[in-house]
């Protein structure tokens, strides 16, 4: 577990042997568990690292399970570079897709931060992120779209 500088957020990350499986976000009651792994170390500390530069390659092993739409879209995700944002749509028509189905995909991503969903937004809006529209995650899109725009800023 890893906290964050966002109030009351921790990030939860479940492993698979060597392999990053899912990213959680937390509330500030989460017990936390030691990594098994060397190579769990690392993703904790690049995460770590994230949180205090959003520039910070995010290079890990991962396990990305999904249907080949979501994996293109999680791929094409991964391509939006820190303090940029696109929005459904756009990215919809990179894929010859539809706005909807994207934020589908989006919303099963098991991956925040290392997929980074919060970086597409609505035509008119942050959009959704984790499968909400309003209060606690639309909160954290926000702050990372926002801590990420210091690599724009810097």
Same mark, same amino acid.
């Given at each position: 577990?890893?906290?964050?500088?966002?109030?009351?957020?921790?990030?939860?990350?479940?492993?698979?042997?060597?392999?990053?499986?899912? /990213?959680?976000?937390? !509330? +500030?009651?989460?017990?936390?568990? $030691?990594?098994?792994?060397?190579?769990?170390?690392?993703?904790?500390? #690049?995460?770590?690292?994230?949180? /205090?530069d959003? *520039? @910070?390659? $995010?290079?890990?092993?991962?396990?990305?399970?999904?249907?080949?739409? #979501? #994996?293109?879209?999680?791929?094409?995700?991964?391509?939006? =570079?820190?303090?940029? &944002?696109? &929005?459904?749509?756009?990215?919809?028509?990179?894929?010859?897709?539809? @706005?909807?189905?994207?934020?589908? *995909?989006?919303?099963?991503?098991? $991956? =925040? $931060? /290392?997929?980074p969903?919060?970086?597409?937004? *609505?035509?008119?809006?942050?959009? +959704?992120?984790?499968?909400?529209?309003?209060?606690? !995650?639309?909160?954290?899109?926000?702050?990372?779209?926002?801590?990420?725009?210091?690599?724009?800023?810097g």
């Open positions: 577990m890893i906290a964050t500088p966002v109030p009351r957020v921790k990030v939860g990350l479940r492993f698979a042997g060597e392999r990053l499986v899912g /990213v959680d976000f937390l !509330g +500030g009651e989460a017990t936390p568990q $030691l990594p098994k792994s060397s190579a769990q170390r690392c993703m904790i500390k #690049q995460l770590q690292h994230y949180f /205090v959003p *520039a @910070a390659d $995010l290079d890990m092993a991962l396990q990305i399970e999904g249907t080949a739409f #979501q #994996q293109r879209v999680w791929k094409a995700m991964r391509q939006i =570079p820190p303090g940029k &944002t696109l &929005t459904y749509g756009e990215l919809a028509r990179r894929l010859g897709s539809s @706005a909807r189905a994207v934020g589908s *995909a989006c919303r099963t991503n098991h $991956l =925040p $931060l /290392v997929i969903c919060h970086r597409v937004v *609505a035509k008119s809006g942050l959009g +959704g992120f984790m499968g909400q529209t309003r209060g606690a !995650g639309l909160t954290l899109k926000q702050w990372l779209l926002e801590h990420e725009q210091r690599v724009n800023d």
